[in-house]
Nanobody, 123 residues
Framework: QLQLVESGGGLVQPGGSLRLSCEPS????????IAWFRQAPGKEREGVSCITEGGGTTNYADSVKSRFTISRDNAKNTVYLHMSSLKPEDTAVYYC????????????????WGQGTQVTVSS
């Protein structure tokens, strides 16, 4: 079954940084836009960031702009989410998702999903 695998989550203090990675299990990411979503306890899953297939366009939720950076290395078949100046409210399970070529706001538009990686921001 084709899916994505997230890694890099963990426990970090407020103000700290983490880098999440998203890799496919059995396909190439080259033709896919990749998005990061997150879901905090008791809350709905929300979009965090997205990058188009070629990396030419990126977008971010207002809550993470200037703190998070999405990037991709197609040679390594990996998409990254660099998170800095982390806040307790960033605590959530982070998921990556893939859809063909362009980003979309709705989760239903994404074809492949990962199982998620936990990010906890706490002192």
């Amino acid at each position: 079954q084709l899916q994505l695998v997230e890694s890099g989550g963990g426990l970090v203090q407020p103000g700290g940084s983490l880098r999440l990675s998203c890799e496919p299990s059995e396909f190439t990411l080259n033709y896919y836009a990749i998005a990061w979503f997150r879901q905090a306890p008791g809350k709905e899953r929300e979009g965090v960031s997205c990058i188009t297939e070629g990396g030419g366009t990126t977008n971010y939720a207002d809550s993470v702009k200037s703190r998070f950076t999405i990037s991709r290395d197609n040679a390594k078949n990996t998409v990254y989410l660099h998170m800095s100046s982390l806040k307790p409210e960033d605590t959530a399970v982070y998921y990556c998702a893939a859809k063909f070529r362009t980003c979309a706001e709705t989760m239903a538009a994404y074809t492949y999903w990962g199982q998620g990686t936990q990010v906890t921001v706490s002192s």
